[in-house]
């Protein structure tokens, strides 16, 4: 996954922030923030290698467009952020990610314990 | 000088020299001539297609402001299609890029477009470049090939035009 920088000849290279060469690993491109400072991506794996492959763990995971760091924010399982929903929301230190449960949706969101989650980075479990 | 006229009196006969083709012994050697001249024409038609001397007919496509040709080459037993990149402003259509590989068009702006010059070539001008129809002017962005060269794959753009993510160099080690 590639972050190309249209002002100034520069691109980053987030496969390896994002661990993407590790395992089974895909990732779908998400929202720009409204300020274009931060950007979202979706980075999942399957839990059953049997199609039609119901059952995604996907990473929610937050990109500085400025120097590539990776915030992780929450992981939608078992069918993915398809499934859940996300959204901006302004703060008071700029644009945050909040995630929630989508409607009839009956799944779950939790965060790694692994991962540092800011102040800021609101989630709402079910 | 040859003269064909028809003469008076005798109709549906063109005369040649004086002689009329309707005659017998005349209209093999004419049939072989015009059947010589055509196979000429295609055998040379083809040679030249061929050579690439003369490149088959074009088609284009108009996205928003710009306009993307495609010429299909066909040489030596190779066959290809070859891009370029236009730009409409000001009721003209300006070049931006000849041999332009991948596309990808700012579907939040029209104006903006990201392509990718000689895939797989080294050179100056080799690499992805942006072009910014509202300043009417492109540079290049990057070396590498950052954007797949299949259509389907997306790319998102930020709201302020200056970044662009890209699902390219993507590999799956399982």
Avoid at chain 1, 79 to 87: E, I, K, M
Avoid at chain 1, 119 to 125: D, I, R, V
Avoid at chain 2, 113 to 130: K, L, Q, T
Avoid at chain 2, 148 to 164: G, I, L, N, Y
Wanted: hydrophobic fraction near 35%.
């Amino acid at each position: 996954m590639q972050l190309v920088n249209l002002e100034t000849p520069g691109t980053i290279d987030l496969s390896e922030t994002l661990a993407l060469n590790e395992g089974e690993r895909f990732v779908r491109l998400g929202e720009w923030s409204p300020d274009s400072r931060k950007f979202t991506a979706l980075v999942g794996q399957y839990s059953d290698r049997v199609p039609p492959f119901e059952n995604i763990a996907e990473d929610l995971v937050v990109l500085d467009a400025q120097d590539g760091s990776a915030t992780y924010i929450a992981t939608a399982v078992p069918r993915g952020w398809r499934a859940f929903s996300y959204r901006w929301l302004m703060t008071p230190n700029g644009y945050t990610v909040r995630a929630t449960l989508g409607r009839g949706i009956d799944g779950m969101v939790f965060r790694k314990a692994e991962y540092e989650v800011p102040p800021g980075m609101g989630y709402q479990l079910p | 000088m040859t003269a064909l006229k028809r003469v008076p009196g005798r109709r549906g006969q063109i005369v040649f020299h004086g002689m009329s083709l309707s005659r017998p012994y005349h209209r093999p050697r004419a049939i072989f001539a015009a059947l010589g001249v055509a196979v000429c024409a295609v055998a040379g038609y083809w040679t030249l297609v061929t050579t690439g001397v003369i490149q088959s007919p074009t088609r284009s496509e108009r996205v928003g402001p710009f306009e993307v040709t495609f010429q299909s080459l066909d040489g030596y037993g190779l066959r290809g299609t070859s891009r370029t990149l236009y730009y409409h402003h000001s009721s003209r259509r300006h070049l931006i890029a000849r041999s332009v590989g991948a596309i990808r068009f700012n579907p939040k702006d029209p104006g903006s477009v990201v392509f990718e010059r000689c895939a797989n070539s080294e050179g100056p001008d080799c690499g992805i470049h942006y072009f910014d129809g509202h300043r009417n002017r492109g540079w290049k962005v990057n070396d590498e090939p950052v954007i797949d060269q299949s259509v389907t794959e997306p790319v998102s753009w930020s709201t302020d035009k200056r970044f662009m993510g890209s699902l390219a160099s993507f590999t799956c080690s399982s």
